[in-house]
């Protein structure tokens, strides 16, 4: 079954707009991270939330988990072109090695 | 600050050759992983290692593939037989012992098989 379902799977927006990243996913989970990747690049980690945490904040980021609703989300607030890319929740699930299962993610363009 | 890191950063090679791809994980880690991106997929997860041993393999990770960490520094994937459907973006990945800790991936080797 698919795990980790982000939606939308594009989004366009405006530099200076916030963007918002929805993730599903359907095991019980140990944590859920974000990660962002550039074109053709490496995973570069954002953020990451606890089972027990409901919000998180990192700078321009914010993390949300709903565990009843086995859903996440990422907003980046005040979007500048350089935070194009493609946007990734993984969770890590259970079992002792914490593996992480990706979404499909979202592809994210900030139009200056 | 510490990172992952992979060489080679692109691998090109014969169908049927094999392939060694190098990984140096964040020296205070303990995890290891390995994952794979196929061109416009999702990243998948292909094997977990600890204690010098794998931990967890996926349906993915069959006998043409191995995983060893031959000194205190260096993980490394080989795959014994390359195929077409081997070409993907290879991702090393590390962390700490404790669950909640992030897993922090190299930059990755795109493996191309002709």
Known sequence: SQQG???PQALSIQEGENATMNCSYKTSINNLQWYRQNSGRGLVHLILIRSNEREKHSG?????????KKSSSLLITAS???????????????????????????LLTVNP | ???????????VTQMGQEVILRCVP?????????????????VEFLVSFY????????????????????DGSNFT????????????????????????????????TRLTVL
């Open chain 1, 80 to 106: 500048r072109a350089a935070d194009t890319a493609s946007y990734f929740c993984a969770n890590s699930g259970g079992g002792s090695n914490y593996k992480l299962t990706f979404g499909k993610g979202t």
């Open chain 1, 5 to 7: 379902e982000e939606d």
């Open chain 1, 60 to 68: 321009r980021l914010r993390v949300t988990l709903d565990t009843s």
């Open chain 2, 26 to 42: 964040i020296s205070n880690h303990l995890y290891f992983y390995w994952y794979r991106q196929i061109l416009g997929q999702k």
């Open chain 2, 77 to 108: 994937l080989k795959i014994r037989s390359t195929k077409l459907e081997d070409s993907a973006m290879y991702f090393c990945a590390s962390r700490e012992t404790i669950s909640y800790n992030e897993q922090f991936f190299g930059p990755g």
């Open chain 2, 1 to 11: 600050e510490p990172e992952v890191t992979q060489t080679p950063s692109h691998q």
């Open chain 2, 51 to 70: 204690n010098n041993e794998i931990s967890e393999k996926s349906e993915i990770f069959d006998d043409q593939f191995s995983v060893e960490r031959p």
